[in-house]
Nanobody
Framework: QVLLVESGGGSVQAGASLRLSCAAS????????MAWFRQTPGNEREFVAA????????HYADSVKGRFTISRDNTKNTAVLQMNSLTPEDTAVYYC??????????????????WGQGTQVTVSS
């Protein structure tokens, strides 16, 4: 079992930045990479970014490329999503997630086994 806990959401104005963190605990040794998804009411979870624990591979959704940066701190088992130049379209609940798969990279939420509780990000114009 892997436990994920997100933090760092909030409400900001367009153009501002937010930093989300995801602390992982439990059987993290069975996981290969961490990912962030987001979800708005009535929609499926949307892939945002992913990073391997080794940091050698990263992948971003086109909608966030150049604005969001994913990183990890292996000493703390933490994945971080730095979000810059936020727009109202980034408003969503953000979830961190991981799985036991070794294949890089899954962008469908259905491929993931462990999820955090989510953190709300609200961007106003």
């Amino acid at each position: 079992q892997v436990l994920l806990v997100e933090s760092g959401g909030g409400s900001v104005q367009a153009g501002a930045s937010l930093r989300l963190s995801c602390a992982a605990s439990g059987r993290t040794g069975s996981t290969y990479y961490m990912a962030w998804f987001r979800q708005t009411p009535g929609n499926e979870r949307e892939f945002v970014a992913a990073i391997t624990w080794g940091g050698s591979n990263v992948h971003y959704a086109d909608s966030v490329k150049g604005r969001f940066t994913i990183s990890r701190d292996n000493t703390k088992n933490t994945a971080v999503l730095q979000m810059n130049s936020l727009t109202p379209e980034d408003t969503a609940v953000y979830y961190c997630t991981t799985n036991d798969l070794r294949s890089w990279v899954k962008t469908s939420a259905y491929e993931y086994k462990y999820w955090g509780q989510g953190t709300q990000v609200t961007v106003s114009s």
